[in-house]
């Protein structure tokens, strides 16, 4: 199956702030797609990229807040903006990477701590 | 939208029993229910899946059961080893898209 490489595999940063997570993929896939995890929680869709068209959000979650691109069909990334202490997380990339069984595979996760 | 509800949040088995968790979807056009293990710190591993044209699939210890007309499916795990204990999220997605995520299970295999 797919590789998905993830950085960084953590941060620190200052409320106020932004962080941008960036996701590669090794190979070409149509959507990728990027989750919160809150400790101990599940995971949380924030929202679907697709090469060439806006990101579509899910309810609760907002562009302005998490910026996406999606350049092409191996790359994406995911800004957290204007970061509070309740944007400490972990953001995850996920990509569908198996055409016949839909399989889904994961990017290492980003743990951000805002202080 | 699809809500995935999971059963139990935590499981307790002696090594060498077996485990059964169970999840209920709530959209009957969601066809592809596939079931995560993630140790800590790690990211999620998929361990099993299935899609809606069957009806149980096995992979060794590991074995998947849906039940399209009551729209549930259930992890089965047999002879437990410590090396089993994570916590799993089963999932379920419409037509390769989204994945939508059970709240997890946490499996404690004591030896």
């Known amino acids: 199956s797919a590789v998905i490489s993830q950085k960084p595999s953590r941060d620190i940063c200052q409320r106020g702030t932004s962080l941008t997570i960036q996701c590669q993929v090794d190979s070409q896939v149509t959507m990728m797609f990027w989750y919160r995890q809150q400790p101990g929680q599940s995971l949380t869709l924030i929202a679907t990229a697709n090469q060439g068209s806006e990101a579509t959000y899910e309810s609760g979650f907002v562009i302005d807040k998490f910026p996406i691109s999606r350049p092409n069909l191996t790359f994406s990334t995911l800004t957290v903006s204007n970061m509070s202490p309740e944007d400490s997380s972990i953001y995850l990339c996920s990509a569908r990477t198996g055409a016949a069984n839909y399989g889904y595979t994961f990017g290492s996760g980003t743990r951000l701590t805002v202080v | 939208g699809e809500n995935v509800e999971q059963h139990p949040s935590t499981l307790s088995v002696q090594e060498g029993d077996s485990a059964v968790i169970k999840c209920t979807y709530s959209d009957s056009a969601s066809n592809y229910f596939p079931w995560y293990k993630q140790e800590l710190g790690k990211r999620p591993q998929l361990i099993i899946d299935?899609?809606?044209?069957?009806g149980e699939k096995k992979d060794q210890r590991i074995a998947v059961t849906l039940n399209k007309t009551a729209k549930h499916f259930s992890l089965h795990i047999t002879e437990t080893q410590p090396e089993d204990s994570a916590v799993y999220f089963c999932?379920?997605?419409?037509?390769?898209?989204?994945?939508?995520f059970g709240a997890g299970t946490i499996l404690r295999v004591k030896s």
């Open positions: 999932a379920a997605s419409k037509g390769g898209n989204k994945l939508v």
């Open positions: 299935i899609r809606s044209n069957v």
